[in-house]
């Protein structure tokens, strides 16, 4: 019996150094100030001064959202973000951790709609005539793959298969390690019953992620439901049905679609593996 499978939620923050956003630092401190204030102009010491208050201020928010997300407590994210937002709108960080913690209070379309302007954002950042230009390409790009396989797990939150398999795609496009979006994949095709689609997503997955286990489980019962049975009852399996299910086994024997994967072998006569032990045991 097909059973619809649960995709990995991955929410994850754009890489960094375990935070989300980075403080600026301050033009100069208020000692120098006094000193600088004989160098400059007034006007150049107001704009200098003022650079300095806007500053503090970024850092302010900026440690408010890092406190917020380490606590995971979305909803006090919610106000610091869209304040730098606001100052900063062509900062696509931004976009994904509005989009992130929308998706985790359970507001997807407004976590799509915040995904779709961080992506818009990255682009221009990476486009060779943005004045804006990103500095880090791949960083930026594994930024916006990471933003597409949030918003198809926010598409998916709303049933919209099509739409979820579309930013999956984009995303597996762009991610030098694609494995999480072409599981997405595979799992949204699956469920939809996309044979073909969802084998060739989960090859890709497999290439990308030779040890997730789920995704052996969603090849071999999708070869399973590919099985032919002739007039004597003699049934004929894709090549590699068997070894695909032994595969979830030997990667989590203890795993929940382990008693499933055992009956599937039984019910083709195919050998169970019986050298794999629980883990931690």
């Not at 999480?180 to 060739?200: E, H, P, R, S």
């Not at 049934?235 to 030997?250: F, Q, S």
């Not at 008693?259 to 045991?281: F, N, R, W």
Request: net charge positive; glycine share 6%; charged share 25%.
């Amino acid at each position: 019996m097909k059973r619809l499978i649960a995709m990995a939620l991955f929410v994850a923050l754009v890489p960094g150094a375990g935070h989300l956003c980075n403080a600026q630092e301050p033009s100069s401190s208020a000692s120098q100030q006094k000193q600088e204030q004989t160098k400059y102009t007034k006007e150049q010491f107001e704009a200098m001064k003022k650079q300095n208050e806007e500053t503090a201020k970024h850092n302010a928010l900026v440690k408010q959202l890092n406190d917020a997300f380490t606590a995971k407590n979305w909803e006090a994210a919610l106000a610091p973000l869209q304040q730098l937002i606001a100052a900063n709108p062509d900062q696509w960080q931004y976009y994904s951790g509005l989009g992130t913690a929308r998706l985790n209070l359970g507001q997807y379309d407004q976590a799509i709609d915040a995904y779709a302007k961080g992506v818009q954002a990255a682009e221009r950042s990476t486009s060779g005539d943005s004045k804006n230009a990103s500095p880090d390409l791949a960083r930026t790009k594994i930024g916006e793959a990471t933003m597409l396989t949030n918003q198809g797990n926010a598409f998916l939150k709303l049933r919209k298969n099509k739409e979820a398999i579309a930013a999956y795609t984009k995303a597996a496009s762009l991610d030098p390690n694609p494995a999480t979006a072409y599981f997405n994949l595979c799992a949204t095709q699956y469920n939809i019953g996309n044979t073909v689609g969802a084998l060739d997503a989960c090859d890709k997955a497999i290439a990308a992620d030779p040890n997730k286990a789920d995704t052996y489980f969603i090849k071999g019962s999708l070869m399973m439901s590919e099985a032919n049975a002739d007039k004597e009852g003699r049934i004929t399996l894709p090549p590699g049905t068997a070894e695909a299910l032994n595969k979830y086994l030997e990667l989590a024997p203890d795993g929940p679609h382990a008693d499933d994967v055992k009956t599937m072998l039984k019910s083709i006569g195919a050998k169970i593996e019986t050298t794999y032990k629980k883990k931690g045991k």
